[in-house]
């Protein structure tokens, strides 16, 4: 009888080894495995395809995408850049893109309502001004947007319908009441680097464009900033992962290092504001 007491309680304890074995096992295995998803993120390799802004050219190109390509040298970005609705339409026709970065909210918001953005990831980033330029060497007597009406030439500004830059200075214009005067004068570029060079190279009088724009070119300068009130809302750039994103790893750190401070700084450097 006593022997069969040992037995029993030496079965439950091995039943009970067994069962704390098998729990630390699994906590082991849980953290062996969190630890290799961190790795792989860490180790992530290939190209990114992103699609921005065209006057986010300069930035990404000149510091942003060297700065992170130097830090994770298996991960190659390969940068699209057109004006924000060519770029939507790109993508709603099948561009290759794991982010866009558009200068504004209008096509970001259209391609997540057809679900081609994975909108948890979208983010209001950044923030531009809308400047009035001429040539550097200009002679016009102009000082704010109310004297484009004496303007005898050519008024550069983005296509309204497809050009952010281009609907901002429509909505400024119109606030203004100066929109309906000039339709003769109006020369319209397919994006804001197109109205920047047509100004740069005195083919237009005077043009609309961001003022980050106009701080990448010495040869125009600013007449003056829109109005206080003459734009309906800020000029938002946000960003986004799309919605089947071909190398999400890679993407999901790129998006992490244009968020971080030492990328924020790049940013400012070029003339944009941290959207808070």
């Known amino acids: 009888m006593k022997s069969r007491k040992i037995l ?48 986010l050219k300069n930035a990404f190109d000149k510091d942003l995408i060297p700065m992170f390509e130097s830090k994770h040298p298996g991960i190659h970005i390969k940068p699209t850049y057109a004006s924000s609705g060519d770029l939507q339409t790109q993508i709603e026709n099948g561009l290759a893109a794991d982010i866009f970065m558009s200068a504004s909210n209008k096509q970001m918001n259209k391609l997540a ?3 081609l953005i994975d909108n948890s990831t979208n983010v209001q980033f950044l923030e531009n001004k809308v ?11 102009i000082s704010s947007f109310d004297d484009l009406n004496k303007v005898n030439g050519t008024v550069a ?40 060079n047509q100004v740069a190279d005195g083919s237009a009088d005077c043009g609309i ?21 003459s734009l309906n809302t800020s000029v938002i750039y946000p960003i986004a992962m799309t919605k089947n994103p071909q190398n999400p790893d890679a993407a999901k750190l790129f998006m992490e290092f244009l968020q971080s401070p030492e990328a924020k700084e790049v940013f400012v450097k070029y003339g944009f504001t941290i959207h808070q």
């Open 8 to 55: 029993i309680i030496a079965i439950l304890i091995a039943i009970v080894a067994v069962i704390g074995i098998s729990t630390c096992s699994a906590g082991l295995f849980d953290f062996l495995g969190s630890n290799s998803n961190s790795t792989n993120n860490s180790n992530a390799s290939g190209d990114v395809n992103l699609a921005a802004a065209a006057s």
């Open 113 to 115: 309502n057809e679900s």
């Open 131 to 141: 400047v009035l330029i001429v040539p550097k060497d200009s002679k016009l007597n």
């Open 157 to 196: 500004i983005g296509n309204p319908e497809s050009v952010p830059a281009g609907q901002y200075a429509k909505e400024v214009l119109v606030n203004l009441k100066i929109w309906d005067g000039i339709q003769s004068k109006l020369s319209l570029g397919n994006d804001v680097t197109a109205v920047l």
């Open 209 to 229: 464009v961001y003022a980050t724009d106009a701080a990448s070119n010495d040869n125009v300068k600013v007449v003056c900033e829109a109005p206080n009130g």
